[in-house]
């Protein structure tokens, strides 16, 4: 067996099989979730998560800006902490480099990641450089959670879904799945929002901040499709869930370029648009006061799937749900 027979999700729960259970009572969230939690003293609570983008396989080095690489390596870290309800603080790069490499492009990605550092807040405190055959950039993150007025860490988490809760998004989706298939199509230059959407997406940090604050347990960031996080929420949760098509916000323009039918399944499916998905009571999603779009509701059938709902109400067959690391795809990630 190979991992392409296990997928990413399967190898993961195979590695935390064998790594056993923590035996360290100061973590409160290890691996399954955005990023790992762990007490750091009273009513101090660290938040740490880390992410590798592989040229070729996250993104096309000869049709994207290396500035714009930068931004994206540390900005997904960053929407990890959001999804957590937490703050970033410092990061850690690790760069592999093949020798060839030329120094402008490197100081063009550092000058991105700078960027996105500045405007999280994040300070970039160090990291490692080492000779690789492919270049890849991993970040390191970590951050701080958001605590109650008695101290304990206020979290969102995928395993906090009940019967009966709305779901709600940030934001529009598809933006992101609809600028890569610009950039890989060679319609970049026509659709310039869609591939600004891809490479330079934007963490909700101040929503997730809020959304804990107002009781809002549930929740994670959208990175490899609508359909199959949520899965992982229904799984993790022992729940079912059901979307509402129709009230999936869709980017804008994302249908004008490729069509209604192709925008839905990009909306559905395609990933990486890094905003939040949120679950809890109706009450309390509205009473955080953030502007959401509602697109369904937590079911108790037990099946622990997600069904996608036309207007009618019935079932849509949507096919492969998202974005897997060890399954063959016919084009690159980004």
């Not at 959001?82 to 490499?101: D, I, N, Q, W």
């Not at 709305?166 to 310039?192: D, F, K, M, N, Y």
């Not at 804990?212 to 729940?239: F, H, K, N, P």
């Not at 980017?251 to 990486?272: C, I, P, S, V, Y």
Request: charged share 20%; aromatic share 4%.
């Amino acid at each position: 067996m190979d991992v392409r027979e296990l997928g990413e999700f399967g190898l993961i729960a195979r590695l935390a099989s064998g790594l056993g259970a923590a035996s360290d009572s100061r973590l409160v969230m290890g691996i399954g979730d955005d990023a790992a939690v762990w007490r750091t003293g009273a009513g101090a609570y660290a938040i740490a998560t880390t992410d590798t983008m592989v040229a070729g396989v996250h993104f096309l080095p000869a049709k994207v800006a290396w500035r714009d690489v930068g931004w994206k390596a540390l900005a997904v870290n960053v929407s990890d902490i959001s999804a957590m309800g937490g703050t970033p603080t410092f990061a850690l790069v690790t760069l592999c480099l093949p020798p060839e490499t030329a120094v402008e492009d490197v100081d063009a990605l550092y000058a991105g990641l700078r960027e996105c550092a500045e405007a999280y807040g994040v300070t970039i405190a160090g990291g490692d450089i080492v000779s690789a055959p492919v270049l890849s950039v991993t970040v390191a993150l970590m951050g701080e959670a958001t605590v109650s007025e008695a101290g304990e860490p206020l979290l969102l988490r995928r395993d906090a879904a009940r019967m009966g809760d709305a779901i709600a998004v940030t934001g529009p989706l598809g933006g992101s799945a609809g600028g890569l298939r610009a950039l890989v199509e060679g319609t970049s230059a026509q659709h310039a929002d869609l591939v600004a959407a891809h490479m330079r997406p934007r963490a909700r940090v101040e929503t997730g901040n809020v959304a804990v604050r107002s009781g809002v347990r549930c929740g994670m960031d959208i990175s490899d499709g609508l359909v199959q996080d949520l899965g992982r929420v229904c799984e993790a949760s022992g729940v079912g869930a059901e979307i509402r098509m129709d009230d999936v916000p869709l980017f804008a323009g994302l249908g004008e370029a490729f069509g209604d039918d192709a925008a839905r399944k990009l909306a559905l499916t395609g990933g990486e648009d890094y905003e939040l998905l949120l679950i809890a009571p109706d009450d309390v999603l509205r009473a955080s006061g953030l502007p959401l779009h509602y697109i369904g509701r937590i079911t108790g059938d037990g099946e622990q799937r997600v069904r996608v709902l036309n207007a009618a109400g019935n079932e849509i067959a949507i096919g492969t749900p998202g974005w897997d690391h060890l399954r063959p795809h016919a084009e690159p990630r980004s």
